[in-house]
């Protein structure tokens, strides 16, 4: 008799499984898929303006072009005291439920970065919609939210067109980084008091940005390009990094997975950048010391490329001709490097994360450091050594330069 009411008892609870497991379900007909958010800064009253990304799952899902009448996302808009109030009230104009489970980018206006940011991630930490993987940027000059309501071409959707754009500008030219949300909140309850997040820009006729017409041009639309690295401290942006700035601190972080570099043929005579270098491949180790109680680095580069382009006659068939290519080379890393620690130093802000290695190699002397830090950082002696190897030539070892120097030569030789 109990084992007949164990087995009816269990069936009974079979049964409620299906009638319990859709209680919180939502119909994707009643969603809005929020795929980027923009956070600019509101009023006293109201500090937080929260732009929405909304993808129009019907122009999406439609398999058109971008040619089409319908815009492929909607804009909206809110202010609140907290981000999280702002996307509630949202519900007033948007007839579907936000959806944050596919947020790929967060996007933050200048004018907030400057006010700091170390308030606006709990939100997405909290939250179990939003992923701590989403990217996140920094608008150079303007709002978030007008960057977010540019259409781009190419792709249907801008957010995945600016994620796009960042990683394979982080992973090819090597003047900017991801970060990620994951990233920024680590950086921000480290003991690092700094944070490194790349800015994107807005180019073109804003007028234009939010039209169609924007992606049915074959030129002068308005577009969104990755822009300088920006600099916190404290949570608050202070500087921007730019050019052999930017990559120096990336060679320093061992953040370069490729990039092109313009050379002299040698380190003696001509100061002409005349040799196009692809890096194909780079290693950077930051080695810490300390000496009487103060730090000192050594900054250990390795790299290896490949010659892409030459503008001067070069036989690369010589061992010699190459081997000058490489120390030039490892002397145009030396001095990006160098103007990276400088511009570091001179501002007193360890973006370098010069202290992570050492606290990471000498922890007992760290805990004593580590209130002065910013002072020492300044006054430490740093040692840069750069090995770089050219693994390939192209194509061709003679450029076609050459045999064009050797005929003038000879037309020159024969009129005297």
């Known amino acids: 008799m109990r084992l007949k009411r164990r087995i009816l ?7 409620l499984i299906p009638t319990v497991g859709c209680w919180n379900s939502r119909e994707p007909k009643n969603l809005a898929i929020v795929m980027a958010l923009g956070i600019d800064k509101g009023t006293a009253k109201e500090p937080y303006r929260v732009s929405f990304q909304v993808a129009n799952s019907g122009v999406v899902a439609s398999g058109s072009n971008n040619t089409s009448e ?24 948007v007839p579907r439920q936000l959806f944050f489970a596919h947020i790929r980018l967060i996007i933050i206006g200048e004018t907030m970065a400057r006010s700091g940011i170390s308030e606006l991630f709990d939100f997405f930490e909290r939250s179990r919609e939003t992923r701590m993987t989403s990217l996140v940027l920094v608008s150079r000059g303007s709002s978030a939210e007008s960057v977010l309501q540019t259409l781009t071409p190419l792709e249907k959707l801008p957010a995945n067109a600016f994620v796009g754009k ?29 944070l490194l997040i790349s800015g994107v820009k807005r180019y073109g006729p804003s007028a234009e940005a939010e039209q ?14 990755m822009s300088k690295i920006g600099v916190f401290r404290d949570g608050k942006l202070v500087q921007w990094l730019d050019g052999p700035d930017a990559r120096g601190t990336l060679w320093t972080l061992d953040k370069i997975s490729s990039t092109v570099m313009n050379i002299a043929a040698s380190t003696k005579g001509s100061e002409e ?6 890096v194909m491949h780079s290693h950077t180790k930051v080695v810490p010391h300390l000496d009487g109680g103060k730090p000192s680095f050594r900054i250990n580069i390795t790299a290896e490329g490949s010659v892409s382009e030459l503008r001067v006659p070069i036989d690369l068939s010589q061992p010699a001709a190459v081997g000058r290519l490489e120390q030039s080379w490892s002397q145009a890393i030396e001095d990006e490097v160098r103007l990276a620690v ?5 501002n007193k802000l360890d973006y370098l994360q010069f202290n992570e290695t050492f606290k990471r190699k000498y922890p007992k002397a760290w805990r004593k450091l580590q209130t002065g830090w910013e002072l020492l950082f300044a006054d430490s002696p740093v040692q840069v050594t750069v090995r770089t190897y050219i693994r390939h030539q192209g194509m061709r070892n003679q450029s076609y330069l050459q045999k064009m120097n050797q005929n003038a030569k000879q037309q020159q030789n024969e009129q005297e």
């Not at 950048?273 to 692809?278: F, Y």
């Open 273 to 278: 950048k005349a040799v196009t270098i692809e």
């Open 212 to 225: 169609k017409s924007n992606v049915q041009k074959s030129n002068n639309y308005s577009l969104i390009a």
């Open 9 to 15: 008892l269990l069936l009974a609870l079979i049964l």
């Open 166 to 194: 960042i990683k394979f500008s982080s992973k090819l030219w090597g003047e900017n980084l991801t970060t990620a949300a994951s990233d920024v909140v680590r950086m921000l309850v480290s003991n690092n008091r700094t």
């Open 342 to 346: 400088s511009h570091a130093q001179q």
């Open 70 to 93: 319908a815009s492929p996302i909607t804009m909206f808009t809110s202010t609140g005291v907290s981000v999280f109030e702002a996307i509630r009230k949202t519900a007033q104009k």
